[in-house]
């Protein structure tokens, strides 16, 4: 069960090497919860040792609570799971949802969603500059962070969003985040929305949805239109909703940006009736058509509207940041919710950002992005042209995917699904719909990555599509 070798040589004591023997032991699974040890008599005699000396080392580890003795049930490791050291990592995988989470784990392939140029990342720079940071962080002596992230940082995004997307604020409405997810759980918790209902946007971005029901908000889907969230129809459904949560610069996933109007009559709602909005800014400037719209805090002047920003798709989503500007009224309310439930991520990550911002690699970045992604859509839609899979299904771009309109009836999912034969990794349009029966079938053709030489990974799609057909 377990094998001590005791070195009488040693200089550590033959009670200590009993201890360390057991407690390796039991660190790695040989001994499992509620095993039982040998009594100390046992061992002593087992091992030619003075009952004593074991003694001591049974007394240690009850000491470090890895042992129990309880009378008559005797001397047992304290039943709590100890990671084996044989187990299985992929045994550990949760049960999420299939279509979104494979992508966690797998190697990026052609067409997969959410990820920025893999071959573009500036690595020079930013290995320069967190390498700096990292040492700077090593250099300054412990404290605990500003739980609503770095000074510095807060200061860079302020002077930046007020350019790039036309929002004036104060370094002290800015909180610094893990990116838009654990923005959205901050908001939902601070602004205390439980069992109130929310507009979400109809077909619309995944883990918004699941991460209402979370925390105990009921999402209501409204539907979008050419002119984005349809709002009229928002308060049909439910005009007494706390709160609306909208992609206005460019939809998640079907690319169109919230009309004028619309912009004026959510503002207007939210204002008359004391509701939140959050404005989910996923691709923040990277509009490749022209200039990007300003944001919708840009134009509300009630401070209704939380923004979130996020560099996971102007930068890389490795870096998990991301960034929330509250109304004035809000950001007491939010730095009690930073430093009380989701405080700031590492400095070291903050002030790498900040310094990538401030020497202008950031805006450097972006602009190459823009020149880059909008060649990669122009090649990919002539792809899709000499292929010949714009003759089965329709496609058009938005944001940084193109959507392929699967003819009515065909599967999205088992589609995306064959892609893969092909090494080829489309998302599937209607799991983004809060329900599936009133979803249309496409295919979503993220191309930041998409480099084709040739356009062999539009005539395999185009093969999928045929064998669907049939
Ligand atoms: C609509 C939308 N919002 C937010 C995000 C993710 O943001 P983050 O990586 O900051 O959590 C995504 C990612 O794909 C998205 O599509």
């Not at 923005?183 to 077909?203: C, F, S, T």
């Not at 996933?253 to 009309?259: E, H, I, K, R, V």
């Not at 509009?287 to 401070?303: F, H, T, W």
Request: positive net charge; hydrophobic residues 45%; aromatic residues 6%.
């Amino acid at each position: 069960m377990f094998d001590i070798r005791l070195d009488r040589l040693s200089k550590a004591s033959l009670s200590q090497q009993i201890q360390d023997g057991i407690t390796a032991a039991i660190r790695d699974g040989r001994l499992g919860p509620d095993a039982r040890l040998p009594s100390w008599r046992d061992l002593a005699s087992q091992l030619g040792v003075a009952r004593g000396t074991v003694r001591a080392a049974y007394g240690r580890l009850a000491d470090d609570m890895l042992i129990s003795t309880a009378g008559s049930a005797g001397t047992r490791v304290v039943g709590r799971p100890v990671r084996s050291a044989k187990q299985d990592p992929s045994s550990d995988t949760p049960p999420l949802p299939e279509f979104f989470f494979r992508s966690y784990t797998a190697r990026v392939k052609t067409f997969q969603m959410g990820v920025p140029a893999q071959d573009e990342f500036p690595v020079t720079p930013w290995s320069r500059i967190i390498t700096n940071a990292a040492k700077a962080s090593a250099l300054t002596p412990a404290r605990y962070p500003d739980p609503r992230g770095e000074y510095d940082l807060r200061k860079e995004i302020a002077a930046y969003i007020a350019i790039a997307r036309g929002v004036s604020c104060m370094p002290s409405q800015i909180i610094i985040t893990n990116g838009y997810v654990s923005a959205l759980g901050l908001a939902a918790r601070v602004l205390q929305l439980e069992g109130k209902h929310a507009w979400i946007e109809d077909p619309g971005y995944p883990l918004t949805r699941i991460a209402l029901g979370l925390v105990g908000v009921k999402a209501v889907p409204v539907g979008v239109d050419g002119e984005g969230l349809n709002v009229q129809f928002g308060l049909a459904v439910a005009a007494d909703a706390a709160l609306a949560i909208v992609t206005p610069g460019q939809q998640a996933p079907l690319g169109m940006t919230l009309s004028l109007r619309r912009r004026q009559d959510l503002l207007a709602w939210a204002a008359k009736n004391n509701r939140w909005i959050i404005e989910d800014d996923y691709l923040g400037e990277l509009q490749l058509n022209g200039r990007a719209a300003p944001a919708l805090a840009a134009i509300d002047e009630s401070g209704r509207v939380i923004h979130i920003g996020t560099f996971s798709k102007t930068i890389s989503p490795m870096i998990r940041l991301g960034f929330m500007i509250v109304p004035p009224s809000l950001s007491a309310a939010f730095s009690e919710g930073a430093a009380s439930i989701a405080p700031a991520p590492s400095p070291v990550v903050q002030m790498a950002i900040s310094e990538f911002v401030r020497e202008g690699h950031y805006l450097r970045h972006l602009r190459r992005m823009k020149r880059l992604y909008s060649a990669r859509r122009d090649l990919l839609l002539r792809h899709i042209t000499s292929s010949g899979l714009d003759r089965l299904a329709g496609a058009n771009a938005a944001g940084t995917t193109v959507i392929l309109n699967l003819p009515v009836g065909m599967r999205d999912r088992v589609v995306a699904e064959a892609a893969q034969k092909y090494d080829l990794y489309p998302g599937a349009l209607s799991p983004w719909y809060a329900s599936e029966p009133s979803s249309r079938p496409a295919l979503l053709l993220n191309f930041t990555n998409y480099d084709g030489r040739t356009d062999a990974p539009c005539i395999a799609l185009a093969k999928v599509l045929n064998e669907h057909a049939a």
